[in-house]
Every structure is written in C-alpha cells, then in structure tokens.
C-alpha cells in the first residue's frame, strides 16, 4: 500500500494509469528491447513471429499475422477478402471509428446495423434486416471486452455466405461459449494500443485465423502484396509490427491472463459496492453473461438520460476519471452523412447518450474503487435532496 492511501482515502483515481501495469515490469522490458538492439532485427526480428504464435494460441487459431494497428488490421482482412466498391459490409454504429472507416477507405458502404441494449453489441436481429445483395462481410465487434452474439452472427453469415471479421481490439481473451475470440468468425482483428488490455508502447495490431490461404493473403497485402521480392501480384500496404512493439509485447504476453483476471476482479467488486449501495436504482450496471467470459476494457454503466453529463462533472470536480465510449454514433458522424439511408438507430443513439466508463484497469485498489461508488452515491444523494426540497 502506498503511503497515499496508508494515510487515508486516495486523493484522485484515475480513468487508466498504464504506468502501474508497466513499472514492475521494467528490468524486464529493459532487457528484452537491448536484446532487440543488440541485434539490429528491427522489422521481424524473433519476438514479431513468437508474438504472432502466441496471439494465435491465445485465440485458438492456426495463424498469427501481425501488422501495424487495429485498424490496419481491419483495413488488411477486407482487403484480403477483396471488398471494394460495390459491396457493402455491415458494422455496428456504437463503436471506434476503425470498425467502419476500415470498409469506407476500400470504397465499399459500411452499413450500419442497431444494438442489443442489455451489452451493447451489434444486434442479430438488426444484422439480418440489413443483408442486401451487395452485403459481403459483418463485422461484429466485441465491446468493452464482451463478446458479440457469435452463433448467432455466424447462422446468419452461413446462410447468405458471408465472411465475419471480428474486431477484437478491446477483447483479447474475451470468451463466447468457453471458446476464446479472435477465430470464432473468419479473421480476428487485434489492437494493441496503450489503453487496450494488451497495450504496447505506442501501435501495433495482430490477425488471427484458421485458415491458411487467408493468412498468406494477409501476409502479402501487408508486406505491399510483393511475392517474391520485387515481384507484385496485389496492390498491398506497409504495414508491420516492429520487433521492439513485439518484445514488449511478449513481456507483457505473461501477464496477461492474470491482468484479465483482475479485471474480472475489479468488475464483480464495482457490482457488489453498487449494490450495497443501492446505486443499482439509479444506474444500470453492465450486463455479464453467465455463458460468456467478459475481458472488461471498460466498465461501462448507464446513467438516466440528461444527467450522464452532469454525473461526470461531479466525478472530474472530483478527481475521479471517466468517459464516454462513445458520444457520437458513427451514422451521425459528419464524414458519413452521405451514407445517411440506414433509418435511425434507435438504441444506439439512446446508448450514446446514456453511457459513462469508469475506471477498472487491473491494478485499481479496492480503496479506489470505493472512493468512484461513494462519489456517485454522494451525486445521486444531493440529487434527491434537491427533488424533495
Ligand atoms: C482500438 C480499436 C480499434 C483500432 O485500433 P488501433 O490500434 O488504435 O488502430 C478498432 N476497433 C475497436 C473496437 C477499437 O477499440
């Protein structure tokens, strides 16, 4: 315990403090980057290829095809799959901007399909009604680490012969079904930016599948679809993981499971102080289904329309981080208003109104914890009083 919190209640806590994570780990991460620089193999030096094996054994797949982003990811299995302009894909509306920007940049129609409600990710029924001739992929994406509606995502693609691309960027060893993400679709989508559960040093992406032709198209449009050298067959782009992202990864790689696990933590102790609080009555907690294992990026709440942005305030005076993940459904941002012919997105637009992320990384103290429910119990508290008085 820090001299900090031995001296009472923590002063501030913050939405992600990735330094906590990394500080016990640095003679490690010391070592495994002058490892790389003694070596002078900074572009698929030893530590890209373990990582890529390491990442598929995590997702339960055959490859492991690194890149540069989460994005590039996406951008590289559309590619691989030869969507362009024409076809349309469909992606959820209540998500990071990638999940469809990835579909627009090849000229292909992102189409966007509404939400469960209860876990915030891309609605079956809302798939189906969206399929038209041109549809060539989904993309469902696992949010704030808790798996899409898998089986039936894939009944749907089997029946019109569509591939699904899973965008599992804030879900790394998520599970569905006891079956880890990743290649329960087609191809699984993987970021490792900062915030995400497996966070590198700045970007980096990974692929994952089963199948190995897609896995060597993969590999040749991310090295500029050159096979052999200097040969091009496909018009590809750069885009790699470079070995010091991949050596800090594989450090981080052995904490991983644990880190989820304190999440898991972290989770089941917001909902029991909510609940003790009564809390429960004035925000919705978020939703975890027995069958499937949530990976807990974000701890996602919902706070009753009109005061979300008020309850936030109270949290930033003080000092407490949240966010919105995410303010702006995709269908209302101002570089798809030509693609405006989706209908409205009813619960879309509710969530993106109504949800608050609080903090849950893995090392987040039980003090800390404790300190975000009593702040929104102190909201919640002059709120009554204000609608007696
Ligand atoms: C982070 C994220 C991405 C993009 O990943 P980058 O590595 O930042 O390019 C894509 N989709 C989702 C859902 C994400 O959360």
Known sequence: M????????????????????????RTEF??????????????????????????????HAKYGISC???SDALLLALMAYEIGPGDEV???????????????????KPV???????????????????????????????????????????????????????????AVLAEYDGEPVGAIGDVGCYSFYPTKNLGGMGDGGMLTTNDEELA???????????????????VGINSRLDTFQAATLLVKMNK??????????????????????????????????????HAWNQFTVRVPQGSRDHLRKHLADHKIGSEIYYPVPLHQQVCFANLADHGSLIETEKAAKEVLSLPIFPELTDAEQ??????????????NKKAVA
């Open 112 to 170: 966007f399909a509404d939400i469960d409600p209860v876990t915030f990710n891309i609605s079956p029924e809302a798939i189906a009604a969206a399929i038209t001739p041109n549809t060539k992929a989904i993309i469902p994406v696992h949010l704030f680490g808790q798996a899409a509606d898998m089986t039936a995502i894939n009944a749907i693609a089997a029946a019109h012969d569509l591939w699904v691309i899973e965008d599992a960027c804030q």
């Open 256 to 293: 991983l499971a644990e880190w989820t696990e304190m999440r898991r933590e972290n989770a089941a102790r917001y909902n029991e102080l909510f609940r003790a609080a009564g809390m429960d009555e004035c925000i919705i907690l978020p939703a975890e289904s027995a069958d499937h294992k």
């Open 30 to 59: 010391v070592a495994a980057l002058e490892n790389v620089l003694d070596s002078g193999r900074f572009v698929f030096g030893p530590e890209v290829f373990e990582l890529e094996k390491q990442m598929a054994e995590a997702s």
């Open 90 to 108: 469909i992606v959820p509306s209540f998500t990071f901007f990638a999940t469809a920007s990835a579909v627009w940049r090849l000229g292909a």
């Open 370 to 383: 404790r300190v975000v429910v009593e702040s929104i119990e102190q909201y919640y508290e002059a709120v």
């Open 2 to 25: 820090s001299a900090q919190e031995s001296a009472g209640r923590p002063a501030s806590v913050p939405l992600l403090d990735v330094a906590r994570g990394n500080a016990p780990l």
């Open 68 to 70: 540069a982003s989460g």
């Open 216 to 234: 060597n198209r993969l590999r040749l449009y991310r090295g500029h679809g050159m096979e052999p050298r200097y040969y091009h067959s496909v």
